[in-house]
């Protein structure tokens, strides 16, 4: 049984940063497409980027770019999310993905996270 484990969430203030993890169990995704989406309150969940390892491609939402990083330690399963500059409607919960198709940024997981929780405090 695969599961996707998010940790790294909070508290912040407005121009803080924060790290999210995520470290899969049941299977490994080093070949296969891992990324991060996000969902505030009363609205729709949106992308935030996808990676694909072995080719060393990554897309992030245009309106993120140049504040969040990804990275990744396959020994450890283990995919992480560096959010720097933190605005205010960063705030959301913040789900990790798997597997699945991607074109682009856009992408369809096969599986999710229970998320984490970011809030940024202005």
């Known amino acids: 049984q695969v599961q996707l484990v998010e940790s790294g969430g909070g508290l912040v203030q407005a121009g803080g940063s924060l790290r999210l993890s995520c470290t899969a169990s049941g299977r490994t995704f080093s070949n296969d497409a891992m990324g991060w989406f996000r969902q505030a309150p009363g609205k729709e969940r949106e992308f935030v980027m996808v990676?694909?390892?072995?080719?060393?491609?990554?897309y992030y939402a245009d309106s993120l770019k140049g504040r969040f990083t990804t990275s990744r330690d396959n020994a450890k399963n283990t995919v992480y999310l560096q959010m720097n500059s933190l605005k205010p409607e960063d705030t959301a919960v913040y789900y990790c993905?798997?597997?699945?198709?991607?074109?682009?940024?856009?992408?369809?997981?096969?599986?999710w996270g229970q998320g984490t929780q970011v809030t940024v405090s202005s």
């Open positions: 990676s694909r390892w072995s080719g060393g491609i990554t």
């Open positions: 993905a798997a597997g699945g198709t991607s074109s682009g940024s856009n992408y369809y997981p096969t599986y």
